[in-house]
């Protein structure tokens, strides 16, 4: 399996609190990138870094920041959260060259109370 | 933009029965990459296979087989002699091709349930 963390893997916060998601990598890839799933809507990206903080907008990047200050981590920071942002993330990898597929993390269940 | 489509949202059927799972895309793009992941109950994101857009050759892979149509923009999967094991959703999933970010544009995935 690929070296993919991410942490917390469950979290419940209040509407308008600052929460940061985090993504841990030790396969030393180029691309990393932050995906919601929601029903009825697969999976959407949300923002994408590659490299060290080079980072750019995906399909739905509103109300979300990123940081990448290490080729191993990538932060997913909600200002403040609010309720429709309740959906799960997944951070996932790739490597350069054509020839490559993504890997997943496990996934991080946020709720927005 | 670029699009995927997986009209059927729920699928169930009997072990042993075979199943095809239909993927739909749009894109401008004249080389592109097609993929399929699978979601287990655990929920992670399990990789299936990738597809060139310049290679329309079906594969095979033990119960499963992927035939891709570019006349009908389709990318559809089967599996021959359903297990329960196969119990998932399914995602079809479309990218760009070349060397760099592989920006995955998801369809809406197949919930497929498998009966003992």
């Known amino acids: 399996d690929a070296g993919i963390t991410q942490s917390p893997r469950h979290k419940v916060t209040e509407t308008g609190t600052p929460v940061t998601l985090r993504c841990h990598q030790t396969e030393n890839h180029r691309y990393m990138y932050w995906y919601r799933q929601d029903p009825g809507h697969g999976l959407r990206l949300i923002h994408y870094s590659y490299g060290v903080k080079d980072t750019d907008k995906g399909e739905v990047s509103d109300g979300y920041s990123v940081s990448r200050s290490k080729t191993e981590d990538f932060l997913l920071t909600l200002e403040s959260a609010t309720s429709s942002q309740t959906s799960v993330y997944f951070c996932a990898i790739s490597d350069v060259g054509g020839n490559t597929e993504a890997f997943f993390g496990q996934g991080t269940r946020l709720t927005v109370v | 933009a670029q699009k995927v489509t997986q009209a059927q949202t729920e699928i169930s059927v009997v072990e042993k029965e075979d199943v095809t799972l239909d993927c739909v895309y749009e894109t401008r793009d004249t080389t592109y990459y097609l993929f399929w992941y699978k979601q287990p109950p655990s929920g992670e994101l399990v990789f299936l296979i990738r597809r060139n857009s310049f290679d329309e050759q079906n594969e095979i892979s033990g119960r499963y087989s992927w035939n891709f149509q570019k006349s009908t923009s389709s990318f559809n999967f089967t599996i021959t002699a359903s297990q329960v094991v196969d119990s998932a959703v399914y995602f079809c999933?479309?990218?760009?091709?070349?060397?760099?970010?592989?920006?995955?544009?998801f369809g809406q995935g197949t919930r497929l349930t498998i009966n003992p």
């Open positions: 999933a479309l990218s760009e091709a070349g060397g760099g970010a592989q920006k995955l544009v």
